[in-house]
């Protein structure tokens, strides 16, 4: 397989997740309009915002390193593979690979 090959499949994966995070923040924030109309959350709906509330916590952690560390592009993808092997999640849940957990 070329390299352009594997960088395109796995740009075409990471955006795959990006749309998902996102569409799940859309639906985190209409649970909260729904709380704040006075309305009872559900205990689905109180699943969906606290994955979304602990994903929103870990892209905090995963991109505040690329900005104030120098050389944390090159840390960060040992960091996470480690934190893999030992059953860690830093990623968003619309990042993990399920097929392979």
């Known amino acids: 397989m070329k390299i352009e090959e594997i960088i395109e499949a796995h740009a075409h994966h990471f955006l795959q997740d990006l ?14 309009q ?10 689905e709906d109180d699943t969906i915002l606290r994955t979304q509330l602990w994903d929103s916590l870990k892209i905090i952690g995963v991109v505040i390193p ?5 050389g944390a592009s090159v840390l960060m993808p040992i ?13 968003p849940s619309a990042f993990t690979d399920t097929e392979n957990t």
């Open 66 to 70: 690329f900005i104030l560390i120098p």
């Open 34 to 43: 729904k709380y704040l109309h006075g309305d009872k959350l559900n205990e």
């Open 79 to 91: 960091l996470i593979r480690v934190a893999n092997a030992h059953h860690i999640q830093l990623l």
């Open 19 to 32: 749309g998902t995070e996102y569409t799940g923040d859309k639906k985190a924030v209409t649970i909260i």
